[in-house]
């Protein structure tokens, strides 16, 4: 048995038949319109509605939103180049942790500030900041590093 290569691959036998050759005479059953049928838009040559046509009802690809703006594929709600963060004011933090407390995703997770980990968190400054907190996030806004450090806590990045 000869090897096994991109040269001498083919199907196996029987596993493909050959194509129909329309319009070749009566006998061979697929003569005159070739299957088409009579007459019509289908049997012209061009023929045949065009792809994501619904019959006049408004395409799908025109019923979905799009959002607006300088960069529109970035912000479209669909695709992998769509970044997304939890935003979480400077407020709420003050509220849920004691002075001194360590800030985590995890620790957010526990006080119900956030449903999960599993999208990063962002840190904004909303509201006011009195108590000195150790923040250890995905991202910060800079305001918001400004509020963290002027309380007394400090910022690390995960």
Known sequence: MSEIG?????????????????GRGKATG??????RGHKGYNSRSGGGVRPGYEGG???IYMRLGKLRGPHMKKSMPIG?????????NVSRLATAFPSG???????????GLIKNTRTPVKILAGGELS????????A???AAVQKIEAAGGTVEML
């Open 6 to 22: 991109l040269h001498n691959l083919k199907p196996d036998p029987g596993s493909t038949h050959p194509t129909k050759r329309l």
């Open 30 to 35: 697929q003569g005159k319109t070739a299957g």
């Open 57 to 59: 009802q408004m395409p």
């Open 80 to 88: 992998p180049f769509r970044t997304y963060n939890v935003p979480v």
């Open 101 to 111: 407390g360590v800030v985590t995703p995890e620790a957010l997770v526990e006080k």
């Open 131 to 138: 108590v000195a907190l150790t923040v250890r996030m995905h």
């Open 140 to 142: 910060f806004s800079a």
